[in-house]
């Protein structure tokens, strides 16, 4: 915490956290000071508290797992993020960010092929974001050629059907999204969240102004030629 003074301190995966040193971090966040180790006097600080968990929290307070009072001194202002299979738009988005993020540091551009990324729809990532980000660095690193295909996923991915589900009759027939259908609804659907501020939108979507205004009027022309 006394490095994070007058700034902020992020605490991951709070919840794992054994309830002797939740106790320390409650007395800390109370009294607004810390020991630190190996000394006899108390710092003082100052520091904005975020945290995370992937835990049910209620419920572990209410098994007696993390104490009621620290929960009630962290949750001021609790945002839930819903897991990835409930956000399956963002995975293309996410796919080329970190593919982009790697090429940059390898030096060595790869490709997802539309089959790999229709697989890694249909997967339910119970790691979330950061099993996505582990599969693609692995993939990328024994990938040898500039394509990734379906075979060169983790088999826990490769081996499932493409992304599918009932149609409106219910009556089990197959309908396959396109990908740039989904990278369409994500781009407008942040713009709309964002109250139409494109500039921000480009930057949370991680692509740059000039992309976002070019898709923006091929959006805009497909609209005129399908009126």
Known sequence: MAMAEGGTIFLDEVGELPVDLQAKMLRAIQEKEIRPVGSTRRVPIKVRILAATNRDLEQAVTQGMFRRDLYFRLNVL?????????????????????LD?????????KVLS?????????YDWPGNVR???????RTYAFTSGPVIHLTDLPREIGNLPAVSS????????????????????????????LNGDKLQAARLLG?????????????????????
């Open 114 to 122: 539309d089959e790999a990324l229709k697989a890694m729809l249909a």
């Open 166 to 193: 009932t149609n409106g009759n219910g009556n089990g027939h197959l309908k396959i999204v396109p990908i740039a259908e989904l990278e369409k609804q994500t781009i407008l659907n942040a713009i709309m969240e």
């Open 78 to 98: 609790s945002l839930r993020i819903p897991p990835l299979r409930e956000r399956r738009q963002d995975i293309p988005l996410l796919v080329g960010h970190f």
């Open 101 to 109: 993020r790697m090429a940059r540091t390898s030096g060595v551009e």
């Open 207 to 227: 692509i740059g102004k000039t992309t976002l205004y070019r898709k923006l009027k091929d959006y805009a022309a497909e609209g005129l030629r399908t009126n």
């Open 131 to 137: 099993e996505l980000e582990n599969c693609l660095e």
